[in-house]
């Protein structure tokens, strides 16, 4: 299983960004994909979920301003981001059960 995790990066408070979570090594369309996030000092938490249908759930700050999307053509997973927020600065993990991404850093200034 390989989960490759791309489009962090530096933004503004306000700003957007756009994650993408390319999966490998499973049945991608059958399953339900996550994503967390880690702040320095803080423990991983979830961020956002999609079932396989396309059904989603978001944690309490991020809804209204995240989004979860996947592409079954593509394998691939994604998260909108909006109007961020210093506190959303983390490195942000993709997630299928067990397996987690390598990471991509997303850093809100101020």
């Known amino acids: 299983v390989q989960l490759q995790a791309s489009g962090g990066g530096l933004v503004q408070a306000g700003g957007s960004l756009r994650l993408s979570c390319v999966a490998s090594?499973?049945?991608?369309?059958?399953?339900?994909m996550n994503w967390y996030r880690q702040g320095l000092g803080k423990q991983r938490e979830l961020v956002a979920s999609?079932?396989?249908?396309?059904?989603?759930n978001y944690a309490d700050p991020m809804k209204g301003r995240f989004t979860i999307s996947r592409d079954n053509a593509k394998n691939t997973v994604y998260l909108q981001m909006n109007n961020l927020k210093p506190e959303d600065t983390a490195v942000y993990y993709c997630?299928?059960?067990?397996?987690y991404g390598q990471g991509t850093l997303v850093t809100v200034s101020s």
């Open positions: 090594g499973f049945i991608f369309r059958s399953n339900p």
């Open positions: 997630n299928w059960g067990l397996y």
């Open positions: 999609i079932t396989s249908g396309g059904l989603t």
